[in-house]
């Protein structure tokens, strides 16, 4: 089949842990999965949410959600993940064609001495903690011994992560990213963890503040999409995490941000300048300060503040652009462990010359999203998704 040439943008926001209802196989993943639903929760914790923007694209329409009607005239639908696993890792990389067969390895009684003795070794000192745990937590726990002696606060979760954190005036954030990069190259193999987190904090003893100076070093899996656009010579802008995510692969040019409202701004700048190909971005707030901490208001709050700067994004796509909405697995604060959820996640679809709604119905695969995307900039889809750009009327 001929491809189209594209005449405008792949717009691509996604919404960091923003699940849509239990995934059909929740139960493999626990309690808290089964009885998951994101969107739903946080709606019923607020009396009903307030998006209006949302709803002028069919949020309303993929599930019933308290506050929102099941409304307006963009592409609508849900997607489930082929992959292993609940992490940010799984979904992004599924989203652009690659599926990961096999679970990524995980640490419930933290990292072993094979793994743990060489780092000790590279960084000259003994490590701290080496548990799961919260984040926010665990900084206060060993903050204190942490600044007295310089040892390294390392941690992992329910996620296949290797997290070290360290305060600014006590490491150097690049010394920080040094140690992850080293403990990067020895998580290969059976210990190939998804990411090694850098988890830089400030502040005192009961005041700590972890900075906007995060990074993650993620797992390589080869070409996707997102080099066969750049390839062709389209540039790819990630902004948020979306370059640590790929590790640089595929993206042209990162833009670092500080929280979802920066993400939103440094979005708009970028649709005033550049002229076509991707800008993707990732929006992590939601995850990082409410569904891991169980805050369920706050992340109703968050969604709201989205939703009222969507017009900014809205009011500057031009013709032939596609704005995509979707998000890379859930993270239900309504639940009793702080841990992502497997869930359907929502997708939704706009374009200036949409006149109705447009069913995408319940998608077996995120990467549906990258082979649309493929089709869209006739390069090389991968094979594991379904376009649905023809459902778009491009």
């Not at 005449?7 to 009885?35: F, M, N």
């Not at 639903?37 to 069919?58: K, M, Q």
């Not at 990389?93 to 072993?112: D, H, I, Q, R, T």
């Not at 013709?319 to 697995?329: K, M, Y």
């Amino acid at each position: 089949m001929e491809h189209r040439r594209p005449v405008g943008r792949w717009i691509w926001i996604v919404l960091d842990s923003v699940g849509c209802g239990a995934a059909p196989d929740a139960e493999k993943y626990g309690s808290d999965d089964v009885q998951s639903n994101t969107l739903l929760h946080i709606a019923e914790a607020v009396g009903g949410l307030r998006v209006p923007h949302l709803e002028r694209l069919g949020l309303g329409r993929i599930l019933p959600l308290p506050g929102v009607a099941a409304d307006g005239v963009g592409a609508y639908g849900k997607m489930r993940e082929k992959s292993f696993g609940k992490d940010t890792t799984n979904g992004h990389w599924e989203f652009v064609g690659k599926v990961l067969s096999e679970p990524l390895p995980v640490y419930p009684n933290g990292f072993p001495p094979e793994v743990i003795e060489p780092f000790e070794a590279y960084v000259g000192k003994k490590v701290l903690c080496n548990r799961p745990a919260s984040g926010t937590v665990v900084i206060e726990e060993f903050g204190p011994e942490h600044q007295a002696t310089g040892r390294p606060i390392v941690y992992t979760s329910a996620d296949s992560v290797f997290q070290i954190a360290a305060h600014e005036q006590v490491v150097p954030v690049e010394t920080l990213y040094d140690w992850c990069e080293y403990a990067r190259s020895i998580l290969t193999g059976p210990h190939g963890v998804g990411r090694v987190i850098a988890r830089p904090f400030e502040g005192e003893p009961g005041a700590y503040r972890r900075t906007h100076r995060r990074k993650d070093f993620s797992l390589q899996f080869g070409e996707t999409v997102l080099n066969h656009i750049v390839a062709r010579g389209y540039p790819v802008c990630g902004i948020g995490k979306i370059y640590d995510i790929y590790g640089g692969s595929g993206i042209s040019e990162g833009i670092h941000t500080e929280n979802n409202d920066d993400g939103m701004t440094q979005l708009i700048r970028r649709m005033d300048v550049q002229e076509d190909g991707m800008i993707y971005v990732n929006l992590v707030d939601f995850d990082a300060l409410y569904g891991h901490r169980n805050n369920p208001v706050g992340f109703a709050r968050a969604v709201e503040a989205f939703d009222a700067r969507l017009p900014e994004v809205l009011g500057r796509m031009r013709e032939g652009d596609v704005l995509c909405i979707t998000a890379d697995h859930g993270c239900d604060p309504t639940t009793p462990g702080t841990d992502h959820t497997r869930e359907w996640v929502p997708l939704l679809v706009w374009h200036r010359g949409m006149k109705q709604a447009v069913a995408l119905g319940d998608r077996q695969t995120f990467a549906d999203i990258g082979d649309t995307v493929a089709e869209f900039f006739n390069v090389p889809d991968s094979g594991v998704g379904r376009s649905f750009l023809h459902d778009l009327g491009l």
